[in-house]
């Protein structure tokens, strides 16, 4: 490996030692909410009963739920964005693609 100086990414302290272990919490957290929102994406707000109130809060809940999954959206592509750079901070360290791949599957996956 390298002796290159540590890099600030997305908050982060990354050096040659932590890279591995950042990069696979990241990729981890961002495959596990990408999951979530693919499959969930396009489950509407329901109904709390059939009285009048009901229908408006169904279609305010759903405008909010709308936001929040845009929200939450942007902050998985910005995780995929970081694993990126951490992937590419891990081999300018010296790691190659099998070594980086290994640290996100994790012993025996």
Do not use: W
């Amino acid at each position: 490996m390298n002796s290159i100086a540590p890099i600030v990414a997305g908050g982060f302290r990354v050096t040659a030692e932590n890279v591995l272990q950042l990069h696979s919490a990241v990729t981890g957290e961002h495959d596990r909410l990408a999951k979530v929102l693919m499959t969930s994406r396009n489950e509407p707000a329901q109904r709390c009963g059939d009285d009048p109130v009901s229908y408006d809060a169904q279609a305010a809940f759903g405008a909010k739920v709308g936001a929040l999954f845009e929200a939450v959206t942007a902050h998985v592509d910005r995780l995929g964005t970081q694993a990126e750079e951490l992937a590419a901070a891990a081999k300018s360290y010296g790691f190659t693609e099998q070594e980086i791949a290994a640290a996100v599957a994790g012993p025996g996956r």
